[in-house]
């Protein structure tokens, strides 16, 4: 069995959301993301969208950390589009220290050996960074967690395509008011077409009929009647998932 898929897919919670990123594209928002390391930490939110590389096989655990409804696109996609594999760090480890010691002295003002790109990379790096483990809240919720298992990629925009909003934004700060950083956010659209598309997946199989309703009104301009038979043809459930993996 492949370790890895030729996809990557997004997972949501609701049937709604699904239907907004297939009509709109994916929206950028930002994520807190609490990343311990060494000899420091950094807690700040970044402009993201998040993926996973999982078998669907292997996706059960996934479904009840992040959504029973997903959308799963090609690598060939995400290559175009810049994504990449997120950077896992064990917080005691050698490498763990050369982050922390980047980040260290970006934060010095006194450090005149970083120019403002160089202070702008090692931000941009620590954007794709995650700890190995930790603990992860959902639904108000705490648990100790394995973020490796997961398989993330990510998106995270350029400074020129976040329309003159922040990067990183302290966690404290963004915590204070989530709605209005993402407000900030909502003309940036990441889109696709239907041929990217490898899977769209829904919670109960019964959603299937709706979904395809949903997908022939909405590319009945864009696809050939061959292309739609092959895009339906992408459509499954959790509920198939968890039955037949």
């Known amino acids: 069995m492949a370790l890895s898929t030729n996809s990557i897919i997004h997972y949501t919670r609701s049937l709604k959301i699904l239907k907004s990123i297939l009509d709109e594209g994916f929206r950028v928002k930002y994520c807190v993301e609490e990343l311990a390391l060494k000899e420091t930490r950094s807690d700040a939110a970044h402009p993201m ?3 996973c590389d999982i078998p669907l096989s292997d996706s059960k655990q996934h479904f009840s950390a992040y959504g029973k409804y997903g959308i799963g696109l090609s690598k060939d996609w995400a290559k175009r589009n810049g994504i990449n594999p997120v950077i896992y760090i064990d917080k005691d480890s050698l490498f763990s220290k050369s982050i922390g010691n980047l980040l260290k002295q970006r934060r010095d003002r006194k450090n005149t050996n970083l120019n403002r790109e160089q202070r702008t990379e090692i931000l941009r790096l620590k954007s794709y960074a995650k700890n190995y483990s930790g603990v992860l809240e959902r639904d108000g919720k705490r648990r100790e967690y394995k973020f490796y298992d997961e398989r ?12 003159g909003q922040k990067f990183s934004i302290s966690a404290s700060e963004y915590k204070k008011d989530k709605d209005l950083h993402n ?46 038979d092959i895009l339906f043809s992408k459509i499954c459930s ?8």
Do not use: C, G
């Open 238 to 245: 959790t509920e198939q998932i968890i039955q037949d993996f």
């Open 49 to 51: 969208i998040s993926f």
């Open 152 to 163: 993330e990629w990510r998106l995270v925009p350029d400074k020129e395509k976040l329309n």
């Open 183 to 228: 407000s900030k956010l909502s003309d940036i659209r990441v889109t696709f077409t239907p041929n990217d598309i490898s899977y769209i997946i829904v919670k109960n199989t019964s959603q299937i009929p709706r979904m395809i309703r949903h997908l022939r009104k909405l590319y009945q301009n864009e696809a050939t009647s061959a292309e739609l």
